[in-house]
Each structure stands twice: as structure tokens, then as C-alpha cells.
């Protein structure tokens, strides 16, 4: 539908000019705009998926453009969302903190699934995320939000784990 495909044109020129801006993340986290990890990789995705359609469905629209910035987008996650020390994907730049979105990276095609920064981000969050079997959304005693630590587990991020480990 054109309509449909002019609207999503109209969303991917604003997330070209708004994409490296901080945010409030995934998890809405009540504390200051930070450059979340999975923030950028959805707009990662955003203009994959838009490429995606131009292509297959022969959808007229500045491509090479969105492919400038899909690729610019990955370069700068992999260069600022993966911490070496930690061999993770950590939760926004610059932090050490991990966070469970991220196990989204292999299933939205970011990255294979068996690259060593996926890999290494899955074993990090088992070890680090994961209580009694299930997963943490991210730990709640690092200040990057003002909930009280100790938050449960959530139930849609331990669905994530499993499908990353399948992958």
C-alpha cells in the first residue's frame, strides 16, 4: 500500500536524523537519556527491513542512502556496545552493565548467531542475568534506573535466552 510505504519512508528520514540521539531505552528506564544497545540496533533494523522491502518488492525509495546508514548504524554498535573486557554487549556505551534485549541481536540478523560477540553476550548474561532458570531484564542495582534493586525475573526475556541458545 502506498500509503503505508510513504508513511515508513517519512519514519526512516526522522530515525536518519534522530538515530544517534540517547534514550530511554527498551525498558523506558526512569534515569537520564543514555545510547541504549538495542535502541541502536532496532534502528539498525528499521532501515534493514526497509532495504528488505525496496528490494523484494520493487519499492521506490533512496536505498544506497539507507544503506549508508544501516551500515554506518552497525559500526557504530559494534565499535560502542561491546565491551572487550566483559566479551559482551553491554546495555548502553560506555557502560559495563549487561542487559537481556540484547539476546535479540542473532534473531533480528544483526550478527550470526554463532559470533563470538553474540556468543560471548549470551554465556555473559546466563552467567550474570539468569536466577533460578530464568532471566532478568538487567541487574537493578546499577543506578541506570530508580527502581529498587532486586527486580524478578521477566518471563519474555528468558524466552529470548532459550531462542538464542537454539540459534
Known sequence: DRWAWSLEKALLGSLEQRWR????G???VRGQPRHFTHS???????????IKDAETIGLEGPVARWREVRDVIHEDVC???????????????G??????SLLLIPQVGFLLPDDPRVLGTIKAIETNLVVDGLALRYA??????????????????????ADALVL
Not at 142 to 159: I, W
Open 40 to 50: 541502536k540496533v532496532m534502528a539498525w533494523v528499521a532501515f534493514d527491513r526497509a
Open 79 to 93: 565499535a560502542n556496545g561491546f565491551d572487550t573486557r566483559l566479551n559482551a554487549f553491554v546495555q548502553f556505551y
Open 26 to 28: 527498551i525498558w523506558e
Open 140 to 161: 537493578t542495582d546499577t543506578e541506570v534506573d530508580s527502581l529498587p534493586a532486586g527486580e524478578g525475573t521477566f518471563l519474555p526475556c528468558s524466552f529470548w535466552l
Open 21 to 24: 540521539e540517547p534514550d530511554l
Open 95 to 100: 557502560s559495563r552493565w549487561l542487559d537481556a
